[in-house]
């Protein structure tokens, strides 16, 4: 369960990195790619904060993930360099970044779902009673 203060710092975080994504991290690795904050999990004593990603690159391809991941890497220091301006902080967390999931396994279990054959309620058959008492 994340504390009240390690979930508004995430949330911070969030909003810096998404931003700074938009406007000013050029490299080329993300080029190309829509790429949204997700989440970030702050550690307990703020000194680690891993921020998920959604990586949309126009092909399902792993690839493009997986750099888009190496780019955002090598644009830590600059993301935390604008963290510790914005957010007054004794020390700025480090960042690990992560490609969230959560979209690709959403889709895959409704597709189970669709995939199993379940009836409606009103045609699934209902035990009758028979009306004794045992």
């Known amino acids: 369960m994340k504390g009240h203060r390690t979930g508004r710092l995430g949330e911070e975080i969030k909003k810096i990195v998404g931003a700074m994504l938009i406007t000013e991290v050029k490299d080329p690795r993300l080029q190309g790619k829509i790429i949204s904050v997700t989440d970030v999990d702050v550690s307990r004593d ?21 750099e888009a991941v190496e780019g955002l890497r090598s644009a830590t220091g600059l993301f935390r360099k604008e963290i510790g301006k ?4 004794r020390r700025v967390p480090e960042l690990t970044f992560k490609i969230d999931n959560s979209l690709e396994y959403g889709l895959h279990i409704e597709n189970v779902i669709k995939g199993l054959d379940i009836k409606p309620e009103e045609e699934v058959e209902s035990p009758e009673e028979d009306g004794e008492d045992e």
Do not use: I, P, R
């Open 46 to 66: 703020g000194s680690y904060a891993t921020c998920y990603v959604s990586v949309m690159a126009g092909t399902n391809d792993k690839t493009a993930e997986e």
């Open 86 to 89: 914005q957010v007054k902080l």
